[in-house]
């Protein structure tokens, strides 16, 4: 039978306003559950990958991407830098104290902490 298979990790994130995670992907799937503050997730699933210049499997900042997607960054210069990103289609979800994401494994994910306190 198909399935997640045994439970193995358990990881406790904490962060202050700004913190942001680097758009990648994770070899197993997660179950975020977002206890105190705000973040703001977006998320790409695996079929982007062609829009999102990861580093070779090989390197040592695989799994993730070297293209940012924040506010700051401005449509033109990401497009020259990374022609492709421009074509990448994704969602953003915003979550609270008590907001459960899953976020399968091979789906690529940037997170920004929005609160002073964020657990």
Do not use: M
Request: proline share 6%.
């Amino acid at each position: 039978a198909a399935g997640w298979g045994p439970f193995q990790t358990a990881g406790l994130l904490v962060s202050g306003r700004d913190a942001l995670t680097p758009l990648h992907y994770d070899r197993h799937h997660n179950v975020f559950l977002q206890v105190k503050g705000v973040k703001r997730f977006l998320l790409l699933g695996a079929d982007q990958t062609p829009c999102l210049y990861g580093f070779p499997a090989i390197h040592a900042l695989d799994p993730l991407s070297r293209v940012e997607f924040e506010a700051n960054t401005k449509q033109e210069d990401l497009q020259k830098r990374w022609p492709r990103a421009a074509e990448a289609q994704g969602v953003e979800v915003i979550l609270e104290a008590g907001d459960v994401l899953v976020i399968p494994q091979g789906v690529w994910h940037q997170v920004h902490s929005l609160d002073e306190e964020n657990v």
